[in-house]
Every structure is written in structure tokens, then in C-alpha cells.
């Protein structure tokens, strides 16, 4: 059962480009996690969020926690061509397990 | 050097033969995760261990056995391995409310 959807699967941009992707579910999460994968890596965490409506800033990305913590989203100004990758979000229910979803992959063409 | 380890990173099996794939950590992390990640399905858990001794099945067991005799080292075996097994296969361990993967295992099962 897939329980976190993303979109859009892949996205394809020009450098300076701005750009959201997205993070849904019909659960709620005890918090909701970000990871950047490159190829032949494992993914690095970006960000946790935790409250309901919470927003973090890492430099140009920006992470939106939903109000109901069933959602989130990831908006990236200006991109560049180092912020390829596949990024994928996470859920966690409880015992230090996380759901992921299938990931967005971006490719930022100089 | 500190950090998680998987080995061997590439392997080439047959169908039937039992294969076990390594995953060294040098944090002393009590949770430890097996994660296959496949083209259309993410990353999904096969197995985690909250301890040394305590193990729990994941998303996708069937197929897989684990074990956890130190806390540093969880290896994972296919007992007999099939075509569907075909993935690459990463071992994460966790610090509260943060995983980190290792670098992954690409096996082909022929």
C-alpha cells in the first residue's frame, strides 16, 4: 500500500528556475521528512518537520509541513544545476519506521 | 572510518542460491533498517531491529531473514534467492529522528 504520493515523478527545468514539489496522504504523521538521493548513493536527509503548519528553511529550499500533517511540500527558488537528484519524502508513524513515497526526480539543466 | 558500510556493493547470483549481504555501522545506533528500492516502488522496508537481538518485519519480508547478534552489524540473507530480488538494497541506521543510509548493495539475480 502506498500511503505517500508525490508529484510530479519527474520534473525537467532550466537553471533559475523556481519549482514545488509535492508530498500526500490520507495518514497522518508524526513527522514528515525530506531526503536528497544522488545517483548511486544512499538519500541524505534534508529536513524533519513536526508541527502541524510548520515551515523550514534550508538556503533556497523552503519545506512546508500541512496543517493536518497529512501533507508537505518542498519549493526550491532559483535552481541550479546541483540540486539534481531524486528527492523523496518520508512519513514516520511510530517506532523509528518510515513510510517513503516513490520520489521526485529533478533534473536543473545549466 | 565512522560511519555505515554495506558490502558487497555489486553481486551477481543465480536463482536458488542463498546470498547475504552486509551492513556495518560505527555509531552504535540501536535501530538498524533494510530497505530495496525499485524502479516504480521507492524505497520499501524489509526488515528493522530496534536492538541488538530484536528484530521486526517490514513492507516486503517474504523471502529475506535477518539477524542482529551485535549491535554494529545487520546483515541480510536471501535464502534462496529469485529474479524478483533483483534490486538494490540499502541499510540504514538511525539517531532519534534521523536515518542514514549506507551506500547501497546492486544485486542481480540471474
Known amino acids: 500500500t502506498q500511503l505517500l504520493e508525490q508529484s510530479p515523478q519527474f520534473l525537467s527545468i532550466q537553471e533559475g528556475e523556481n519549482l514545488t514539489v509535492y508530498c500526500n496522504s490520507s495518514s497522518v504523521f508524526s513527522s514528515l521528512q525530506w531526503y536528497r538521493q544522488e545517483p548511486g548513493e544512499g538519500p541524505v536527509l534534508l529536513v524533519t518537520?513536526?508541527?502541524?503548519?510548520e515551515v523550514k528553511k534550508l538556503k533556497r529550499l523552503t519545506f512546508q509541513f500541512g496543517d493536518a500533517r497529512k501533507d508537505s511540500s518542498l519549493h526550491i527558488t532559483a535552481a541550479q544545476p546541483g540540486d539534481t537528484g531524486l528527492y523523496l519524502c518520508a512519513g514516520e508513524k511510530g517506532y523509528s519506521t518510515l513510510t517513503f513515497g516513490k520520489g521526485t526526480m529533478l533534473l536543473v539543466s545549466p | 572510518d565512522a560511519g555505515i558500510t554495506q558490502s558487497p556493493r555489486y553481486k551477481i547470483t543465480e536463482t536458488g542460491r542463498q546470498v547475504t549481504l552486509m551492513c556495518h555501522q560505527t555509531?552504535?545506533?540501536?535501530?538498524m533498517f533494510w530497505y530495496r528500492q525499485d524502479l516504480g516502488h521507492g524505497l520499501r522496508l524489509i526488515y528493522y531491529?530496534?536492538?541488538?537481538?530484536?528484530?521486526d518485519k517490514g513492507e516486503v519480508p517474504d523471502g529475506y531473514v535477518v539477524s542482529r547478534s551485535k549491535t554494529e552489524n545487520f546483515p541480510l540473507t536471501l535464502e534462496s534467492a529469485t529474479r524478483s530480488q533483483t534490486s538494490v538494497y540499502f541499510c540504514?541506521?538511525?539517531?532519534?529522528?534521523?536515518?542514514?543510509f549506507g551506500p547501497g548493495t546492486r544485486l542481480t539475480v540471474l
Open positions: 540504514a541506521s538511525s539517531s532519534v529522528d534521523t536515518q542514514y
Open positions: 531491529s530496534a536492538a541488538a537481538d530484536i528484530t
Open positions: 555509531w552504535s545506533h540501536s535501530y
Open positions: 518537520v513536526v508541527t502541524g503548519g
